[in-house]
């Protein structure tokens, strides 16, 4: 039986896991297994570059967060080395990250499972996560979309008064050489 202060730190662990679950946009966990200290140094700046927390967690505390947030099937995946990445703003920017390491060509990064919206999903869900533009990109796409009528109607409307214009100094041309 752990003393007190074990107990504590522990129940204060799995608080800050379930914190973290409920307020996350995203997630990713991962097997780090065999990952050098470089790559894994490298994957560390670009995560806190993207406002993406990176950890070791241990299993245990992380099933007992997981279960206590409606997360049960992560149980299954937790066991080994496991790391979680976490965007408390961007959806995908997790995914996104970890995806662009775990590609590389000499690396061991394997995904084991995610989760997004308070929902778990599949490794290959986490791909497919991946390759979805982020959330600022999507804004600028719809808006783009959009505003497209609204551009072309703004040039017609522009195209018929130029047109107008012309028109009128023509006339008034005309009319002061007739006067001269």
Do not use: W
């Not at 914190?19 to 966990?29: N, S």
């Amino acid at each position: 039986m752990p003393n007190a202060r074990v107990l504590s730190e522990k129940q204060a662990i799995v608080a800050d896991l379930v914190k973290k679950f409920r307020e996350a946009q995203g997630g990713v966990f991962v097997d780090y297994t065999g990952t050098t200290v470089a790559a894994d140094t490298e994957m560390r700046r670009a995560m806190r570059a993207a406002g993406v927390d990176y950890a070791v967690v241990k299993n245990t505390l992380t099933r007992i967060a997981a279960d206590q947030v409606g997360f049960n099937e992560l149980d299954p995946i937790l066991h080994g080395a496991t790391s979680m990445a976490v965007s408390h703003s961007d959806p995908v920017a997790a995914a996104k990250i970890i995806c662009e390491y775990a590609d590389k060509k000499d690396s061991t990064i394997t995904i084991k499972a995610g989760f997004v919206d308070g929902k778990v999903i599949s490794a290959d869900e986490v791909h497919a996560l991946s390759e979805l533009p982020s959330k600022e990109a999507l804004v600028a796409q719809v808006l783009g979309t959009m505003m497209a009528p609204v551009t072309s109607f703004a040039t017609v409307l522009n195209a018929n008064i130029r047109g107008l214009a012309v028109a009128l100094q023509a006339i008034a041309d005309k009319k002061s050489e007739g006067a001269a």
